[in-house]
């Protein structure tokens, strides 16, 4: 065994007898970040239960969403007050459920049910986020995966394949501090897929702007406006946006957002009118209440940022520490995520490793349709969670995991 195998062997050993019990995983707020919207768990509080029109928010109806919400994000998405519905909960259960009511009904400007179009495709640049890939997973929807180049779009696939196979419907996308690199769309990639000549009429753009108001620097850029540039290039019908307040207030008890074309958010209605009589307005008053406008929430975001920035700063002096010349990883400037890149073939042996000492990473291939890594490279890691000594101690641990894993794999 070479001097450097032993000495990460017995780092090795020295961290298995820590009995670590660390968490990368899920790309989740910390209990910190929670507190600053602490005001939602009283609010809007005794007797104020109505907007500003006089309606009485405790009743049925106002399936669009209260209107002062939708307000604040047209502001936040750049999307037309009329065209952004404000819904329930989670921004992932209105994208399964798009998909679910195309595939039986279609969308519009289909010839029938997506569940009826032969070889019926999603594109997926990865690495992406692992939820999208679950949905298209359980629903039957076969993924081709679009690997991207350094960093950015394969736009000269892209456009191949959505030419080339009618059978193609959607593509994932996440326009601002991708899940998990970080990187976001240029008005040219954006006009490119807005632009593009598809074989499927009726393609769509799953636009999932989750991190649009995530920033990790001053740089705080605007939105692009994806349904203005659709509109310009003739199809306002390509895109369907979705966001939410999961990581702006509490995850699971925020509000989810849909923008679209008139068009599209015509037909959205038509098929959620027939699952309810309206959303969760008391929440969103409260929200309107916290937030007040889209200012209050860029605050809110500068507060988040305060708590996080220090996470990302951590991570990202450890890889630079110890894995400079092995690995590669991504330097966000917004989101949630790092994406690190080990050599070739590691990835599952670092992560296994990893879990050997009590640290859990999210599963190497997660990042990738079906699970699926062709080159066991990448490694998604979520900063913001743990605390700062944890979040240190953990990166280390998987540092090491890491050097030891290519270290076996260069002495076979
Ligand atoms: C890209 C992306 N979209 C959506 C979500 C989840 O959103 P929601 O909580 O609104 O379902 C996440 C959470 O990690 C995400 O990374």
Same mark, same amino acid.
């Given at each position: 065994?070479?001097?450097?195998?032993?000495?990460?062997?017995?780092? /090795?050993?020295?961290?298995?007898?820590?009995?670590?019990?660390?968490? *990368?995983?899920?790309?989740?707020?910390?209990?910190?970040?929670?507190? *600053?919207?602490?005001?939602?768990?009283?609010?809007?509080?005794?007797?104020?239960?109505?907007?500003?029109?006089?309606?009485?928010?405790?009743? /049925?109806?106002?399936?669009?969403?209260?209107?002062?919400?939708?307000?604040?994000?047209?502001?936040?998405? !750049?999307?037309?007050?009329?065209?952004?519905?404000?819904?329930? &909960?989670?921004?992932?259960?209105?994208?399964?459920?798009?998909?679910?009511?195309?595939?039986?009904?279609?969308?519009?400007?289909?010839?029938?049910?997506?569940?009826?179009?032969?070889?019926?495709?999603? @594109?997926?640049?990865?690495?992406?986020?692992?939820?999208?890939?679950?949905?298209?997973? #359980?629903?039957?929807?076969?993924?081709?995966?679009?690997?991207?180049?350094?960093?950015?779009?394969? @736009?000269?696939?892209?456009?191949?394949? %959505?030419?080339?196979?009618?059978?193609?419907?959607?593509?994932?996308? !996440?326009?601002?501090?991708? &899940?998990?690199?970080?990187?976001?769309?240029?008005?040219? +990639?954006? +006009?490119?897929?807005?632009?593009?000549?598809?074989? #499927?009429?009726?393609?769509?753009?799953?636009?999932?702007?989750?991190?649009?108001?995530?920033?990790?620097?001053?740089?705080?850029?605007?939105?692009?406006? !994806?349904?203005?540039? #659709?509109?310009?290039?003739?199809?306002?019908?390509?895109?369907?946006?979705?966001?939410?307040?999961?990581?702006?207030? /509490?995850?699971?008890?925020?509000?989810?957002?849909?923008?679209?074309?008139?068009? &599209?958010?015509?037909?959205?209605?038509?098929?959620?009118?027939?699952?309810?009589?309206?959303?969760?307005?008391?929440?969103?008053?409260?929200?309107?209440?916290?937030?007040?406008?889209?200012?209050?929430?860029?605050? @809110?975001?500068?507060?988040?940022?305060?708590?996080?920035?220090?996470?990302?700063?951590?991570? *990202?002096?450890?890889? +630079?520490?110890?894995?400079?010349?092995?690995?590669?990883?991504?330097?966000?400037?917004?989101?949630?995520?790092?994406?690190?890149?080990?050599?070739?073939?590691?990835?599952?042996?670092?992560?296994?490793?990893?879990?050997?000492?009590?640290?859990? %990473?999210?599963? #190497?291939?997660?990042?990738?349709? /079906?699970?699926?890594?062709?080159?066991?490279? &990448?490694?998604?890691?979520?900063?913001?969670?743990?605390?700062?000594?944890?979040?240190?101690?953990?990166?280390?641990?998987?540092?090491?995991?890491?050097?030891?894993?290519? +270290?076996?794999?260069?002495?076979?």
């Amino acid at each position: 065994m070479s001097e450097i195998s032993t000495a990460l062997e017995s780092q /090795y050993a020295e961290l298995r007898a820590k009995n670590l019990s660390l968490d *990368l995983t899920r790309g989740k707020p910390s209990p910190a970040q929670l507190d *600053l919207s602490h005001a939602l768990l009283t609010l809007p509080g005794e007797g104020d239960y109505r907007d500003a029109a006089g309606t009485d928010l405790r009743n /049925y109806g106002g399936p669009d969403g209260l209107i002062e919400l939708r307000q604040i994000f047209s502001e936040l998405l !750049v999307i037309p007050v009329d065209q952004l519905l404000a819904a329930g &909960n989670a921004s992932l259960a209105i994208m399964h459920d798009v998909i679910v009511t195309a595939l039986l009904h279609g969308v519009s400007g289909s010839v029938g049910p997506w569940r009826d179009a032969p070889g019926l495709s999603f @594109l997926c640049p990865v690495p992406g986020y692992d939820r999208h890939f679950a949905i298209c997973e #359980a629903l039957g929807i076969r993924m081709i995966p679009v690997p991207c180049v350094d960093g950015r779009l394969d @736009l000269d696939t892209i456009r191949r394949l %959505v030419a080339a196979d009618a059978g193609i419907r959607g593509m994932w996308a !996440v326009p601002m501090y991708a &899940n998990p690199t970080g990187t976001s769309f240029s008005v040219e +990639e954006i +006009e490119a897929l807005v632009r593009m000549p598809t074989a #499927a009429p009726d393609f769509r753009l799953f636009w999932d702007n989750a991190y649009a108001v995530h920033h990790l620097t001053d740089d705080e850029p605007v939105v692009i406006d !994806v349904l203005a540039a #659709a509109e310009a290039a003739g199809t306002p019908d390509r895109p369907f946006v979705f966001a939410s307040t999961s990581k702006i207030t /509490y995850p699971g008890a925020g509000i989810a957002f849909f923008g679209a074309s008139p068009s &599209n958010i015509a037909w959205r209605k038509h098929h959620t009118a027939v699952q309810t009589i309206g959303p969760d307005k008391i929440n969103q008053l409260r929200h309107v209440r916290m937030l007040g406008d889209a200012e209050g929430v860029r605050r @809110l975001m500068r507060a988040h940022r305060a708590i996080v920035e220090p996470r990302f700063a951590a991570v *990202l002096e450890i890889l +630079e520490s110890r894995l400079s010349g092995v690995a590669t990883w991504t330097t966000p400037t917004g989101g949630y995520f790092v994406s690190l890149d080990v050599p070739h073939g590691a990835a599952s042996a670092a992560v296994a490793l990893a879990g050997q000492i009590g640290v859990a %990473v999210t599963p #190497a291939g997660s990042s990738f349709p /079906y699970g699926d890594d062709p080159d066991d490279t &990448n490694i998604r890691i979520a900063p913001t969670f743990p605390s700062q000594a944890d979040l240190e101690s953990a990166i280390d641990a998987l540092c090491t995991c890491v050097l030891l894993a290519v +270290e076996r794999m260069s002495a076979e």
